[in-house]
């Protein structure tokens, strides 16, 4: 098997199940460790993958984006302590917007049920964890539903969002960097996330560490822009503490 095909073929089952294993890799193209290494390598230099110890996961780009039956298999137990450790930065916020995706769907089902909150949010999933609450007014923005994630984006969205005044917006991204910000692969994603964190008093990012160094098509934030950044530990503290330079506090649970 040629070095492309074999390539082609590794980015193509990281893309299906989320991540690859070098072991797995060699065994299953019968070849050595060291010569899927190098491809990982060649596929990293052009900014399809990212390597991890043992093997890699895709980067989220303008041709390529996980959808959320996805997102809902990979680093489950790491997603749930984020969303519980930035959940208690919630103080005493009466309007929250919860963005897409499986994180933010997690902290929703999260929030206090025992006082009133209202939740604005694009997400179909998340707006369903959260829509049973007495105590709770869910505001589910109007728009195009895209099938890949479930939620709302265009016009329509970001003009609902354009006549509120939130205290407290909860954002993910699908990659975040100190040079080039947040990013995300759509641009109509992008705007409804840029135009939430417009109208939001106070901003949280969280994040699985997979997304930090990483960049997508669409720019919508700086890191500058957060209070705060919830991760996991698989982030160094070291890294930690550069995010922390540009302005946010950063919590690695």
């Known amino acids: 098997m040629r070095a492309q095909e074999r390539q082609h073929r590794i980015l193509a089952l990281a893309r299906h199940q989320g ?10 193209l019968k070849v050595a460790p060291e010569t899927i290494r190098r491809d990982l390598g060649v596929l990293e230099s052009r900014g399809l993958v990212r390597r991890t110890y043992g093997g890699a996961y895709p980067v989220e780009g303008a041709g390529f984006e996980t959808d959320l039956a996805q997102r809902v298999t990979l680093h ?3 997603k749930r302590r984020i969303a519980a450790e930035a959940v208690k930065l919630l103080g005493e916020a009466e309007t929250v917007f919860v963005d897409e995706g499986y994180t933010p769907q997690l902290l929703a089902a999260l929030l206090p049920s025992d006082r009133p909150l209202t939740v604005v949010t694009a997400s179909l999933t998340t707006a369903a964890a959260v829509a049973d609450s007495a105590n709770t007014t869910v505001l589910l923005l109007g728009g195009r539903v895209r099938a890949r994630t479930l939620a709302t984006v265009g016009s329509w969205a970001c003009d609902m969002l354009a006549g509120f005044v939130i205290d407290l917006a909860f954002v993910g991204s699908n990659g975040i960097s100190r040079e080039l910000g ?3 692969p759509d641009p109509v994603v992008a705007d409804v996330k840029a135009k939430a964190l417009e109208v939001s008093r ?5 994040g699985h560490h997979s997304k930090f160094g990483a960049s997508s098509f669409c720019r919508f934030a ?3 822009d957060f209070e705060a950044i919830v991760t996991d530990t698989g982030l160094s503290s070291a890294e930690a503490h550069r995010y922390a330079l540009l302005g946010p506090r950063v919590f690695r649970v």
Request: net charge negative; proline share 0%; charged share 20%.
């Open 76 to 78: 489950v137990a790491d």
């Open 19 to 28: 991540q690859v294993e070098v072991t797995l890799m060699a065994a299953d």
């Open 202 to 206: 106070r901003r949280i990012f969280m």
């Open 222 to 224: 700086q890191v500058g």
């Open 182 to 184: 947040l990013t995300t």
